[in-house]
């Protein structure tokens, strides 16, 4: 099969949270399966695109509404990431070092989706799918459908992957001009609650939608930020697919960045490694049960809670617990948590920023890996934690609720909490330290947590099989 994945982020080349990680690996494995995988992202001004060779594969120009872009489609030559890789590359729009946040992002990511069907539409042969993530790609669906310039596509099967979808793109209808021609009888299918909405657009045009678990698909019913009803009515061709993580760029047993690396047989030893190592450099207490965060600073991860549940904590429990936080995002948390580390004389540190070697150094170096979300669709962290024999303390929802049982249940491998409030994450910190307390049992948890497989192997198989289905 040949397929094409269309993304705003990819791992190593651009990535700001999970959308990157799974961009990174899931073509990969599918490639590893037999298939022919490409995948398309901007060509920002990234560390990547800065350290690697690219050919000109295409090169064209687009109007989009009174303004003309040159772009160039350009493909990595080393075609190192085990899947052919190609960037889109637009002067004066995607030209930008960081990925999100400018103040032209719906011209940015419109000019990506406009390019991309552009270049596919003068390749001779056709894919047999087009895989799109996420709302900066939501308009493609509907454009390979509607679209008058795109009309010899039609036939190509559209899959859209739901990654989180309090995330949908709106804009006005006055950029409506923005959009290259269609039937516009069919505008109905762009809008939703009075406004473009590039992610319902997909929902309603996809010829699959998915999500990145089942648990998230069930809440989606009843919380999808306003698209519930949608969800609803289309849930015939949706279908939730729990995302997997790459087994080789997160592998405490030779992953570079860690200080020691080691695997089930030596696990107790590499961990006090790194553990003493990380401890050292944030001035915390080694011989005390670390729980870490690491992500985005956002409401939505429960960052705003972490403060309180630290100084709670800490003033209960004094030279019992030690928190580490990496992470940035909303500015108030930002400072919160600074504050907080400058009111509570031992057992916290903080680093805000993102920093990839860092993280892993962290959930090699921790004991636990604390998730008070209260919105995740899959989460890879919990997974990468497990892996690396950190157990997660997750709270019950979306993915988090399919990949971790509570260790008081049969086969637990972690810490499970109902609601996203201070009392029932430091309630779950206390049965944190008992189990830490408890090394025989902490042993048991952690090596059985490491033993599962979360690969992409078997979801990469789940994908096939729904792309087959389009047939
Ligand atoms: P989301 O995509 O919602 O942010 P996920 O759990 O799916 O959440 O993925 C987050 C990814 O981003 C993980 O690879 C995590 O390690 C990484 N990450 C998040 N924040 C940071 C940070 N500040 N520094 C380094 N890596 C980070
Ligand atoms: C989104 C979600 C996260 C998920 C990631 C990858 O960013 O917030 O839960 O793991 O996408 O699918």
């Known amino acids: 099969m040949e397929i094409l994945h269309v993304s705003a982020e990819c791992y190593p080349v651009a990535k700001v949270g999970g959308l990157g990680d799974v961009v990174g690996a899931l073509p990969k494995y599918q490639q590893q399966a037999g298939n022919f995988v490409k995948v398309v992202v901007p060509a920002y001004r990234t560390r990547y695109y800065e350290t690697h060779e690219f050919d000109v594969v295409h090169q064209a120009g687009m109007w989009m509404g009174h303004n003309w872009y040159h772009f160039n489609v350009l493909k990595e030559r080393s075609n190192e990431l085990g899947f052919d890789l190609y960037l889109v590359d637009i002067p004066g729009l995607l030209d930008t070092p960081g990925v999100y946040g400018y103040p032209n992002d719906i011209e940015r990511f419109l000019g990506f989706q406009i390019a991309v069907l552009d270049w596919i539409n003068e390749w001779q042969h056709q894919p047999d799918v087009i895989h799109c993530h996420d709302h900066h790609t939501g308009l493609i669906p509907f454009l390979l459908s509607y679209g008058y310039k795109y009309a010899r596509l039609k036939e190509i099967p559209s899959v859209m992957t739901i990654h989180n979808a309090q995330y949908q793109g709106q804009f006005g209808w006055d950029k409506l001009y923005l959009i290259p021609s269609f039937d516009l009888w069919k505008s109905g299918l762009l809008d939703w ?59 405490p047993s030779s992953d570079y ?70 992470g940035s995002g909303e500015p108030h948390i930002e400072w919160a948590l600074q504050q907080t580390r400058h009111l509570v004389s031992f057992g916290f540190n903080v680093h805000i920023g993102y920093d990839e070697s860092l993280s892993h150094q962290i959930y090699a170096g921790s004991d636990f890996l604390l998730m008070p979300s209260r919105v995740e669709p899959c989460g890879l962290n919990q997974m990468y934690a497990l892996r690396y024999g950190t157990v997660p303390i997750v709270r019950s929802t979306g993915g988090l609720k399919d990949t971790v049982i509570d260790f008081g249940d049969q086969d637990g491998v972690g810490i499970r909490f109902i609601q996203p409030s201070v009392w029932d994450v430091c309630n779950s910190v206390k049965r944190a330290i008992a189990l830490y307390g408890d090394h025989h049992h902490l042993e048991e948890v952690r090596l059985r947590g490491m033993n599962i497989d979360h690969s992409w192997n078997s979801s990469a198989q789940r994908y096939l099989e729904m792309y087959r289905s389009t047939k």
């Open 193 to 251: 609650g009075g406004a473009i909405n590039p992610l319902a657009a997909a929902i309603k045009c996809a010829w699959r939608v998915t999500t990145v678990s089942p648990g998230y698909l069930e809440e989606l019913f009843t919380n999808a930020n306003g698209l519930e009803w949608l969800i609803s009515h289309e849930r015939g061709k949706m279908v939730g697919i729990l995302n997997g993580i790459d087994n080789v760029v997160w592998d």
């Open 257 to 326: 960045m860690l200080a020691l690396n080691y695997d089930t047989a030596t696990v107790v030893e590499g961990k006090h490694e790194n553990k003493q190592q990380l401890c050292e450099r944030f001035g915390l207490d080694a011989s005390l049960p670390l729980v870490s965060f690491i992500g985005r600073l956002v409401g939505d991860k429960g960052a705003d809670l972490l403060p309180e549940i630290i100084g709670r904590s800490l003033a209960e429990l004094p030279g019992e617990v030690n928190f580490l936080v990496l």
